[in-house]
């Protein structure tokens, strides 16, 4: 057995910060998830839709591993990174980090870990894998998924071999400070938030940022017209959003909180004010989850045009938020 010493196994609500809060702590720097999500300039919203996936994905962050680049690039951290298509290699890279006493990052698909409790396909879920045995991986993951947890080494496997939208190939990742201190925290701060609100409020297509909850807004009063069963995909996304976090108020919460704290070393209104508005958008993000729940399960699309009525009006919140905070530099 190989057990990475000093780890400390805390979940936290959200995959990928969870895991970042791992590597980082184990380099002696110690932040809050909310710290961590804002410095990633991780606040983002898609609105994705395809033939192949079935139904759409709301999400509410930035696309898988950006969180990371973005965070280690403002602390000045190392981000060693592994990806290959081989099964056999990828494995040995991550043994030999773990077997050299460091814990690692691994993206892969959430529906193939035995203790998983949602069981869909989803390629951009992030795990801390701190040891293993002959038969386990011994993983770190969010406390809705029970915080420090363990998988067959075959489940592993499989989730890390996945391919798919949002999928990595078998791609493990690692933070090094090599004794150096993190940047200043408001000098960080303020060019993570300068950043996240403008690929928010210029994003490149219209599915991104403030753009993307205005077409999501146009898009889900008509979901119930769907092929398949949509019932059940308005339910799950519903479900994803407020217990999964994809594209609910969890992340919302998280900036609110980020920049809470960033007050701490900041005096500046218009950082006040992006912190009020994401507060406000968090609860009308709660309040779409829950219109979306009512409408699958009961089948009513007049609940599915008062959720685009609430996600209309987000647009607009978040929009006037990250104008405010854009002009914090």
Not at 176 to 196: K, T, Y
Request: one cysteine or more; aromatic letters at 6%; a neutral charge.
């Amino acid at each position: 057995m190989v057990i990475v010493q000093g780890v400390e196994s805390r979940g936290t609500q959200h995959c990928e910060t969870t895991a970042l809060g791992v590597l980082l702590r184990h380099e002696g720097v110690d932040l809050s998830e909310a710290m961590l999500f804002g410095l990633g300039s991780g606040l983002s919203f898609v609105y994705w839709d395809s033939k192949a996936m079935g139904f759409p994905f709301l999400g509410g962050r930035v696309k898988p591993f950006e969180l990371g680049r973005g965070l280690a690039s403002r602390l000045g951290a190392e981000l060693l990174v592994s990806e290959t298509a081989s099964p056999r290699t990828a494995w040995r890279n991550v043994a030999a980090a773990l077997d050299g006493g460091s814990p690692v990052g691994l993206q892969l698909d959430s529906f193939h870990l035995e203790y998983f409790r949602t069981k869909v396909h989803f390629g951009g879920h992030v795990v801390a894998m701190y040891g293993y045995d002959e038969q386990n991986a011994y993983l770190v993951d969010t406390v809705a998924q029970g915080g420090a947890v363990t998988t067959s080494l075959t489940s592993l496997a499989a989730a890390r071999a996945e391919r798919g939208p949002m999928t990595a190939r078998h791609r493990s990742f690692r933070l090094a400070l090599h004794g150096s201190a993190p940047a200043p925290l408001r000098e960080c701060a303020v060019s993570a938030i300068a950043a996240n609100a403008d690929a928010f409020l210029n994003p490149p297509i219209a599915n991104l940022g403030h753009r993307g909850i205005a077409k999501a807004a146009q898009h889900v009063p008509k979901w119930l017209e769907r092929d398949g069963d949509p019932r059940e995909g308005v339910v799950r996304t519903a479900e994803l959003m407020e217990r999964g976090g994809t594209g609910g108020a969890l992340f919302r919460n998280l900036y609110r909180d980020f920049l809470a704290e960033c007050g701490e070393v900041i005096d500046s209104p218009r950082l006040r004010t992006g912190r009020s508005l994401y507060a406000e958008a968090a609860a009308l993000w709660t309040q779409v989850a829950a219109l979306l729940a009512e409408a699958g399960r009961a089948g009513d699309a007049a609940r599915l045009v008062e959720a685009g009525t609430v996600l209309r009006e987000v647009a607009r919140v978040e929009r006037e938020a990250m104008r405010a905070l854009g002009a914090l530099g």
